[in-house]
Every structure is written in C-alpha cells, then in structure tokens.
C-alpha cells in the first residue's frame, strides 16, 4: 500500500481525501524529525534564558501576561487543555477526525508549533491504527478549535507530560474546520462535474436548444470555468438528436436551461479559487506564537484568525446557490406537461390520476431550499469585546463554515440525483434518439438500478439510485473521464 509522506509544507486536498477516507498510512519524513527537533531547542532555549512568551513561560486569554512557576509548566499544560474541554453535541464524522489529525500533524512537522517529535509520532500512530477518537463539533469561534481540539490532544497525550507552549499549539490549531473544510471541497468538485453531465441527460429531457455550448457561445466569454464546463456538455451530448434539424424544441429555452454553461461555470470559477485557499491553508501556520528556525525566535501573530478559510468557503457555496435553483427549475419544467410538451408527472396516465414525478419535484425543491439556506456567508461575524480582556474582539467561524460546506456538498448530491432520475425518465417518455455518446450511457447506468416508471408503477425510490452511483463511482468517473 502506498502512503503519504508528511513534510509540513506540501499536503494536498486529495492526499488529505486518501488519508482519511482510504486510510492510506501517513509518514513524517526525517527532515521533518529534524526540523521539529530545531524547533523545539528554540523553545527551550526561550524557556531556559526566562523570556516573556505568551503560553509558554506566561499564561492565556485574561490572564495573559502572568508568569508561570518553571515547576508547574507542565500541569498549567495539562490543566489548560482540561479547562477548554468544554466542547459538547454532535460528534465529527469519523473520516473528518482523521482528517484533522492529518491537519494537525502536518502542522506539527513544519516547526512552527515548537512541539517534541513524540507529539507528532503519537499523533501518526494514531492514525496508522485507524484509532477511532470522539470529537465534538460544536464548540469553535473559528479562531483556533480550541474545545474539539482538546477532545483529540487528551485522548493522545493524557499519559504525557506537555512541556512549555505544547497545550496552546495544539490549542490555536484549526484542524477540525481545516480538515472538514478540505473533503468537503473534494466532494464539492466532484459534485460539479457529475452535474454538467447530468444537467446534459436533462437537455436531452428536455429537447433543449445546443447552440449554448458551441464555440462561438462560449469563446464570446472569456472564463475558464465557462469553457471547461460548457466544452464537457458539448462532448456529453456529442451525437445527440438535439444537433439533428429538429431536435431543439425552442430557439431560447428558459434560462435555467440556456445559461447551463454559464452557472455551471460561474461555480467552477469561485470553486478553483476556493480551492487553491484552502490548500495554501494546509501549509500555512494558524499557531500563536509561531517558533521561527531562522531567527531563532518566538514571535507573536494572529495566525489563528482563518478569515481566509471562512471566506473562501463562504465563496464556494454562494457559487452553487444558482446551479442548486437551476437545477430545481429544470426538475419542475421537466415534470410539468405544459413547459415540457410530455405527459403529467413524467408517468402516462393509468385512470387513477396519480401526480407522477411532481412529488419526487417537491421533494426536490425542498432539499434546495435547505441547500440554498446553507449557503448564506458566515463571515457576518459575531464580535465580542467581553472575553478575555477584550482580546478576542472578532470570531472568524470557520468551523461553521466547514460544517455549512459540508453540508452543501451532501445536500448536491442527492439534489443532482433527483434531477438524474427525472431526466432519465423524460428522455424515455419523449422517445427522441439518439442519445449523446456519453449521455446515452448514463441513462444506462441509471436504468441499472432504477427501472423506468410505467403506467401504474410507483416513482423510484432515490436511495437505490444515490448507492449504485456510489458503488459504480469508478463507471461515474470514466463517463467524466473523455473530457
């Protein structure tokens, strides 16, 4: 098995996916080790020569400032992680645990924290074991992850001594929001790009007009995303009956159809932004005070404050509001016989006058909703000058941010189902061939685990169609795969 080596400086989204997800086995590397060791004598060095250092020769928050007994740093260590276990709620997924151990790990590796090599070797062990460690979500300003971060550091380290400044490095990490906020970027690009596909099945549904992703549409906007996402329904469709005289229904469908390439696109865009942010973020240090190498110093920062992250996850999921409402709209259009010129409900008439597909389109539009309400930013900050001497006078939120981007993503992928489904069975209904080279063989794909609803057949159930796809996510990729 294959395993990713932990520098401190070059940890990527999808190396984070493996680790936590796959469970493929973490190293760090020996200059690493060394590097962490060069750090921690800068520290000592601080400790050893009496310098004033925030969390490490003096105490936090209200009490900054105050001394410590040289004989009683370590239980101030150990009592400081005791006294910010506060964190209570919901549970962290097991995978974003291991996610932010791999966040905090590779933290450590860099130097900055000034943490012994044990802390990183105990940490790496855990995750090696596929240890399962409980961790509360609830509880993080978004400056640091103070509350969860103590769940993980006391299961880890209870038996250990911390020495000077080891409890407040653990303690000003952000791993929990970072780790979140990395798979859930992951599954957000991966979202994006089954849906150009399935949103091309829906054109078919819906004998949409082409010409939106022809050359002379998309060279006429010059944006990455636009072309990227309009060149891949093009090669979706490629063969399709919509090319053919006669196969568009309407010279200008509704824009939930005729701006696919542009939403589509438009969220691809705020998508690459956010996430180069979040990968500068994996090496970047949120630690105060960061223990520089070369200066041979302990300088004070508020690398903390993650604004980055929160706003770059804030950007990411007002990008998928639109394609969210779209993607409701076309359901709708699909399903209604008067925007569709089909029958009602996608289902033909048996005599008993069931409604069809117009329940599972209700289901749909309420799932948006949720989704679109998800999206709102959360860098509307909640201040606050009453805490610890006024210091801490903003909060960032970037757990909640990760939490809300997390959420985004698994409402998209049963939202892009349902839209799957429906698409699926209009192009049946309006029996207009050929399908596109690689549209046809979604529908396929689609018909293996959902059959097409007949006269008298109740509407497919979502959950089998959101499994196969899961179990077929290699099939899923390789229809990706030719654009």
């Excluded at 400032?65 to 009592?79: C, H, K, Q, T, Y």
């Excluded at 929001?177 to 957000?188: C, F, R, V, Y």
């Excluded at 004070?300 to 993607?327: H, K």
């Excluded at 909640?400 to 993503?409: F, G, I, S």
Aim: hydrophobic fraction near 50%; include cysteine; glycine fraction near 8%.
């Amino acid at each position: 098995m294959d395993h990713v080596d932990i520098t401190g400086f070059d940890l990527t989204i999808d190396q984070l996916v493996r680790v936590s997800r796959e469970k493929v086995p973490v190293s760090v590397t020996a200059e690493a080790v060394e590097r962490m060791k060069a750090a921690r004598a800068v520290v000592d060095n601080a400790v050893a020569r009496g310098e004033k250092v925030y969390g490490v020769t003096t105490s936090v928050g209200a009490k900054t400032g105050v001394p410590l007994a040289p004989d009683r740093i370590g239980e101030f260590n150990r009592r400081l992680l005791l006294t910010h276990n506060v964190a209570h709620g919901p549970l962290a997924p097991h995978q974003a645990v291991r996610a932010m151990m791999a966040v905090l790990l590779n933290s450590m590796a860099s130097g900055r924290l000034g943490v012994r090599p044990l802390l990183a070797e105990r940490l790496a062990a855990a995750l090696n074991e596929g240890r399962a460690i409980d961790v509360h979500i609830w509880g993080s300003m978004g400056q640091s992850d103070m509350a969860p971060i103590t769940d993980l550091a006391l299961a880890l380290y209870s038996d250990i001594e911390l020495q000077a400044g080891e409890a407040l490095a653990m303690l000003n990490s952000s791993a929990l929001a970072l780790g979140t906020a990395a798979l859930a970027m992951a599954d957000l690009k991966d979202v994006l790009d089954q849906w150009s596909l399935i949103a091309a099945l829906s054109m078919e549904g819906f004998a949409a007009n082409p010409s939106i992703v022809s050359n002379a549409a998309l060279q006429s906007r010059p944006f990455a995303g636009l072309k990227r996402h309009g060149e891949r329904i093009r090669a979706y469709l490629a063969g399709s009956y919509l090319f053919a005289k006669g196969g568009p229904r309407h010279l200008q469908d509704p824009l939930s159809f005729r701006s696919l390439p542009l939403l589509h696109g438009a969220a691809a865009d705020s998508m690459a932004f956010a996430y180069g942010q979040v990968e500068a973020e994996l090496s970047a240090s949120q630690n105060n005070p960061i223990v520089s190498i070369e200066e041979q110093a302990l300088v004070s920062v508020a690398n903390f404050d993650t604004v980055s992250l929160s706003m770059a996850l804030d950007i990411a999921r007002l990008g998928f509001a639109p394609v969210m409402t779209s993607s409701a709209e076309r359901v709708a259009k699909q399903v209604d016989s008067f925007w569709s010129g089909l029958t009602v409900g996608l289902i033909e008439e048996d005599g008993v006058g069931l409604p069809g597909f117009n329940g599972l389109a209700q289901f749909h539009k309420a799932i948006t909703s949720e989704a679109r309400l998800a999206t709102a930013p959360v860098v509307h900050e909640l201040a606050s000058s009453s805490h610890s001497n006024g210091n801490l006078d903003r909060a960032g939120m970037a757990g909640l941010a990760a939490r809300k981007t997390a959420e985004v993503a698994s409402l998209c992928r049963s939202i892009a189902a349902v839209e799957l489904m429906v698409a699926a069975q209009a192009v049946e209904i309006r029996k207009a061939t050929p399908l596109g080279a690689v549209t046809g063989r979604l529908h396929a794909l689609v018909r293996e685990a959902v059959p097409f609803a007949a006269a008298g057949d109740r509407v497919p159930h979502l959950d089998p169609l959101l499994r196969h796809l899961g179990e077929r996510r290699d099939a899923v990729r390789t229809l990706l795969e030719p654009v």
